[in-house]
């Protein structure tokens, strides 16, 4: 707990050095391309488009719960997307800033967060997609969309707490980032994204909502387009909380106490 409180209070003190570098990170990765940023944009697009397209008119998918399947695809596929982004960026933080990790006087332990917060613009601007094809649908506007900053944040810890653990042993084992690529693979298909968990037979329904995707997939389209307030699922956000508790703690602890290690290694 009190490592905990050491790294929110690092991020913290460090909050104009984070915005900086995310800035600074996202408009890097585009650096000497022609479209520059906006690649950061097609890229998903593009992915978003041939899901849609492969479902909705080649397997001729019509609507999910009384809702449009490319609305009830878009919510379930927009968290997904930050999700994998920032956990695979996360995880090689470490590794591709070597020259800061280097610097005595630099702080290590923000790394992690830096990517994640660089990885959320693109996340928000595709929230104010959403939000547009909602009014184009002919939705409403509902205070209950205010609830997506506290998914969104529930969201980011989650990710931290995952950053920090894979960020932390990638330095060691460059393995692990293999095996993260194979796990979010994996995790796609465990998550409700393109199935809805009424498809699948009652018995399994304790085991999917392990995952703790499924609070955040669920979680951003009862949101969106069921209108449905977190509080409304009391043991499933107490369950998620614990996650996140239990995943950051042993992030921070873990890259605490193998951090003093990685200029050697680097």
Do not use: C
Not at 68 to 97: E, K, R
Not at 123 to 129: D, E
Not at 159 to 181: A, E
């Amino acid at each position: 707990m009190r490592e905990l409180l050491y790294f929110f209070k690092d991020i913290f003190d460090n909050r104009l050095l984070v915005w900086d570098l995310s800035k600074k990170d996202f408009q890097n990765k585009f650096t000497g391309s022609y479209l520059g940023i906006i690649w950061a944009f097609i890229q998903p697009i593009i992915m978003i488009l041939i899901y849609w397209f492969v479902f909705q008119v080649g397997f001729k998918s019509t609507t999910v719960s009384n809702v449009p399947f490319v609305l009830w695809l878009l919510s379930g596929m927009i968290p997904w997307i930050y999700f994998t982004d920032s956990v695979f960026n996360s995880t090689n933080s470490v590794v591709d800033s070597s020259y800061l990790v280097k610097k005595i006087v630099f702080n290590v332990r923000i790394l992690p967060f830096v990517k994640i917060v660089s990885a959320a613009f693109i996340h928000l601007f595709f929230i104010i997609v959403l939000l547009l094809m909602l009014f184009i649908y002919g939705f409403s506007f509902d205070l209950v969309y205010f609830q997506f900053f506290y998914y969104f944040i529930a969201l980011l810890l989650l990710i931290l707490g995952i950053g920090l653990i894979s960020s932390s042993i990638i330095v060691f084992i460059k393995d692990v980032g293999q095996i993260i690529n194979m796990l979010l693979q994996f995790g796609f298909w465990l998550t409700p994204i393109f199935w809805s968990i009424q498809q699948i037979p009652q018995k399994y329904h304790f085991y999917l909502k392990l995952n703790p995707m499924y609070y955040i997939i669920i979680g951003y389209r009862e949101t969106f387009l069921d209108h449905v307030y977190f509080w409304e699922h009391p043991i499933l956000t107490i369950y998620y909380w614990v996650v996140v508790f239990v995943v950051l703690s042993i992030g921070t602890m873990l890259f605490s106490k193998l951090r003093s290690h990685f200029a050697d290694v680097l």
